[in-house]
């Protein structure tokens, strides 16, 4: 059974910080993973889909990795400001049985102070 | 594109009441999953349907429960007698195929309260 955790479960730094989120799944047979950030009863904005063939993929400040035989994959985002704040999901994809769905783990809760 | 449109925002139903929560998908796509957030917790899966088709409900609660995807309209995930536990965040996602690099697309959810 697909699990996925990710540290820490909360982080708060000061502005202008760059940082690491780290995500780790226990079976390495994924289809690809996708990171998403949800603000406070909101929904889930996608950040980032890396497909299992690729390494990384990056947008503006935030660059993902993954490394599928070690079953982990990390968010960095760079220079961090206050609008980051919010809540970081990492999902890996998972194919069965000719059915496909996401498996997430519980969040980072970032805040980034002025 | 008006993206994933998830109704109503929020819903308070009382204890033994039916709730309905609808789900249209972006334009073009014709995968719809469902998933709950409960408090404290992560998103779970419940249930992925295509048009007329329930694909997996490996997630879903075997009582009261149920989705579907009908040709024409919403997608509708229905609780029937509800119980204070079902109080949670419940998401729609879409997207356009299986297997291809899309990712997923999600509303902004429901957030059901039963009292």
């Known amino acids: 059974k697909q699990e996925v955790t990710q540290i820490p479960a909360a982080l708060s730094v000061p502005e202008g910080e760059n940082l690491v989120l780290n995500c780790s799944f226990t079976d390495s047979a994924i289809y690809n993973l996708q990171w998403f950030r949800q603000d406070p009863g909101k929904g889930l904005t996608s950040l980032l889909l890396?497909?299992?063939?690729?390494r990384e993929q990056t947008s503006g400040r935030l660059n993902a990795s993954l490394d599928k035989s070690s079953g982990r994959s990390t968010l960095y985002i760079a220079a961090s400001q206050p609008g980051d704040s919010a809540t970081y999901l990492c999902a890996v994809i998972v194919t069965q049985g000719g059915s496909e769905k996401l498996v997430f783990g519980k969040g980072t809760k970032l805040t980034v102070n002025p | 594109n008006a993206g994933v449109m998830q109704n109503p925002r929020h819903l308070v139903r009382r204890r033994g009441q039916e709730a309905r929560l609808r789900c249209s998908p972006m334009k073009g796509h014709s995968h719809v999953y469902w998933y709950r957030q409960l408090p404290e917790e992560g998103l779970k899966f419940m249930v992925y349907l295509q048009k007329e088709n329930i694909i997996d409900e490996s997630g879903m609660p075997k009582e009261r429960f149920s989705a579907e995807f009908p040709k024409e309209g919403p997608s509708i995930l229905r609780i029937q007698q509800v119980v204070r536990g079902d109080s949670a965040a419940y998401f729609c996602?879409?997207?356009?195929?299986?297997?291809?690099?899309?990712?997923?697309?999600f509303g902004s959810g429901t957030r059901l309260t039963v009292v």
């Open positions: 996602a879409s997207s356009p195929l299986t297997g291809e690099p899309y990712g997923y697309t």
């Open positions: 890396i497909q299992s063939s690729q």
